[in-house]
């Protein structure tokens, strides 16, 4: 995960929204773990649009430990 590819877009009630932006494919970007560099400023719960190279999808983070993503 490159950092300079994620924006932190809103912050509400203790819940914070993402966009990630890269050129890897989705398949990658959804392995638990992928994430794990961020796990110190997120929260569960807090939501991520991921823009891949070849999807574009929207997500909550399920888990810290490793990072893992779901779909909303």
């Given at each position: 995960?490159?950092?300079?590819n ?18 890897e ?15 110190h ?19 909550y ?12």
């Amino acid at each position: 995960m490159k950092t300079s590819n994620l924006a932190v877009v809103w912050f509400a009630n203790g819940v914070t929204g993402y966009v990630y932006k890269t050129n890897e494919t989705m398949a990658t970007i959804i392995e638990p773990g992928y994430f794990d560099t961020i796990k110190h400023i997120s929260n569960v719960g807090d939501q991520m649009y991921v823009v891949a190279s070849d999807d574009v999808k929207l997500f909550y983070i399920k888990s810290l430990e490793p990072v893992e993503l779901k779909e909303l």
